[in-house]
């Protein structure tokens, strides 16, 4: 519960990884029918996760004739395109039909700037709580990390009347310092452990050839903080890319991200239900993060691991 | 030059951390404060400082709605952080078995984490559609009797948010374990096999015991993640049918922003504050007695 806690789950997910390097692993060799249990179990494990996708990608080729029939989980006879179109150009939320591009380009325009501006203001943080400590700052840091298990409800309604006395309320910027300031705990918690594993000599050297605060993290830390940089960036962009709850709150209805788009074309209770053109348009909301994710592999598990904290 | 590097309170980092001051102060300190202090007022659309006492807490838990919410988060974070756990600590087990393309299924299990709570609620929505899913489906293949559709009745739409949020999760429950699992000593292992001990006798006696690390990081990941449901129940069920999966989270927001009784919505909120406050006074209160048992030991 504590920052120690957290701690310990980088070394953790260092743990060596032992598929097909050792000859003998930890546990006595299994009987064959064993073999075939754990099999079993596991391709029956892997059958629960991905046919829900299955079913959603075959169903968003199909006509809507085609799916009334209700062969769910048959291939599309005559596989169309038409759908992810529809979903991408001409989907309806209420009255506008327009498709999920414009969320699309929201989403960009808020996980952009909010992933850059939090990683800046995290790696300072990390790098001052580690290396310039002054008088209360561990007490700042407590309270950042205590921000972290805070249910969001507590903070929200503050922050929408901060944000609107200063005129950021439903716009671009007020989303974007959202992002920053619920990002802060857990990308500083990340980036302070990273520093605090760094030799203290390096630090003090370039103290005693006069370097400065912000030199020393500008010519030393900086460069060397790239491996943590990844783990913060796919973090972050799978975190702000399907944040739901912020966008819809703090960006106001011309920058709604595209989760938000997503859910009002799906969850509108006007008109026939286009259930191919909703699932398109699921797949395109999910494409983003699923291809970091699929790209970036075991970082992908090292980030979540340190940062699902964030929840 | 030598003065200063000793010097506690050195300018800029105090302005190189001015955003974490803000944010530590302004918004988890000031802004939770402000949330607390409007939950004791009659505010409805805006915040006024009109006093009245507890009578919010009051209205609070004579809300059928917010009782309904209170049972459902027990219910929904008992059964997933359960169900969770186990199936994700199987997972591990069998992942841990030097199985092949073990890559492959790791990748299988964690890939519903990356996808966001609302693209998981929409695919289990559909899934679980009585006239598109599964039960539709199976009524194809010739089980004409098949009956399936748990979103449909209130007494079973729970069950199904836990199967979700089952989807998505347990992939890293899973991870996390498994790390567990191969930080384990492989002299262990060989220890409890001469001394004839079953394997899964090894895994509830010895090993589990010795994960206690991996368990509580899962855990608190679980819990964090349940107090916060919002996103899976607005894209799943809407928090119906009725009310049946409302939530405290989905209750406090609608209050905030549909029905505009800010003092209500901020006591929900506070009431959600409590057993966080609670839990983090206790560890704390663990991790101080646990550094001052050792202070003394030395």
């Known amino acids: ?311 | 030059m030598r003065k200063s590097w000793r010097h506690r309170f050195h300018l800029p980092a105090v302005i190189g951390t001015i955003p974490m001051i803000l944010v530590a102060l302004g918004v988890f300190v000031i802004g939770i404060g402000f949330s607390v202090l409007w939950s004791f007022t009659s505010s409805k659309l805006f915040p006024t400082y009109d006093f009245v006492g507890l009578a919010q807490y009051r209205r609070l838990w004579a809300d059928n709605r917010w009782l309904v919410s209170v049972n459902n988060i027990w219910f929904f974070g008992l059964m997933s952080i359960t169900c969770n756990m186990v199936f994700g600590y199987l997972l591990a087990v069998f992942m841990d078995q030097r199985i092949r393309q073990e890559d492959l299924f790791r990748s299988i299990f964690l890939y519903p984490f990356a996808m966001s709570l609302i693209v998981t609620g929409l695919v289990w929505q559909w899934a679980l559609d009585p006239n598109l899913g599964l039960q539709e489906a199976l009524r194809n293949w010739g089980w004409s009797s098949f009956s399936f559709a748990p979103l449909v009745s209130a007494e079973t739409a729970l069950y199904a948010l836990v199967v979700a949020g089952i989807w998505q999760g347990s992939g890293v429950t899973m991870a996390i374990l498994l790390a567990g699992l191969r930080g384990i000593d492989e002299d262990i292992w060989k220890a409890a096999r001469v001394d004839g001990i079953p394997t899964w006798r090894t895994h509830v006696s010895i090993v589990a015991p010795m994960m206690k690390g991996a368990f509580a990081t899962a855990f608190v990941l679980q819990c964090v993640g349940v107090v916060r449901v919002y996103d899976l129940v607005i894209a799943m069920t809407g928090g119906g049918p009725g009310i049946a999966t409302s939530m405290p989270a989905v209750y406090v927001i609608q209050l905030i922003t549909v029905r505009q009784n800010v003092g209500q919505g901020m006591a929900g909120a506070t009431m959600m504050l409590l057993p966080v406050l609670i839990v983090l006074a206790f560890s704390g209160i663990l991790l101080w007695r646990r550094t001052r048992r050792q202070e003394a030991g030395v």
């Open chain 1, 1 to 311: 519960m504590t920052a120690g806690q957290i701690t310990a789950i980088q070394p953790l997910q260092e743990a060596p990884h032992q598929a097909g390097v050792a000859p003998f692993g930890p546990k006595p060799r299994r009987i064959s029918a064993g073999r075939i249990g754990i099999y079993a179990f596991l391709v029956v494990a892997a059958l629960f996760f991905l046919i829900p996708v299955y079913i959603m990608i075959v169903t968003s080729l199909k006509g809507m004739p085609e799916i009334r029939l209700g062969h769910l989980f048959n291939l599309p006879g005559e596989p169309t395109f038409q759908p992810w179109a529809d979903a991408w150009l001409h989907a309806c939320t209420g009255r506008d039909c327009n498709g999920l591009s414009p969320g699309f380009y929201n989403s960009v325009k808020i996980t952009l700037p909010s992933v850059i501006i939090s990683i800046i203001c995290a790696s300072i943080n990390g790098y001052a709580l580690t290396f310039w400590p002054y008088k209360g700052a561990n007490l700042l840091f407590g309270l950042l990390v205590f921000g972290a298990f805070v249910p969001y409800q507590v903070v929200i309604y503050p922050l929408i009347i901060g944000l609107s006395s200063v005129g950021l309320f439903a716009s671009l910027p007020g989303i974007i310092i959202v992002h920053t300031i619920f990002g802060m705990p857990i990308l500083t918690l990340l980036f302070r452990n990273f520093y605090a594993a760094i030799p203290v000599e390096l630090f003090k050297a370039a103290r005693v050839d006069g370097a400065g605060f912000w030199r020393i993290f500008f010519y030393i830390m900086l460069p060397m903080s790239v491996p943590i940089t990844v783990v913060a960036v796919i973090l972050q962009v799978t975190g702000i890319w399907n944040d739901f709850l912020f966008g819809i709150v703090f960006a106001g209805r011309s920058n709604w991200p595209m989760t938000v788009q997503l859910n009002n074309i799906v969850n509108t209770t006007t008109g026939v239900r286009e259930y191919n053109v909703n699932m398109a348009a699921t797949i395109l909301t999910a494409a983003v993060p699923l291809l970091i994710y699929f790209i970036s592999g075991r970082w992908f598990v090292r980030g979540i691991a340190a940062g699902a904290v964030k929840g």
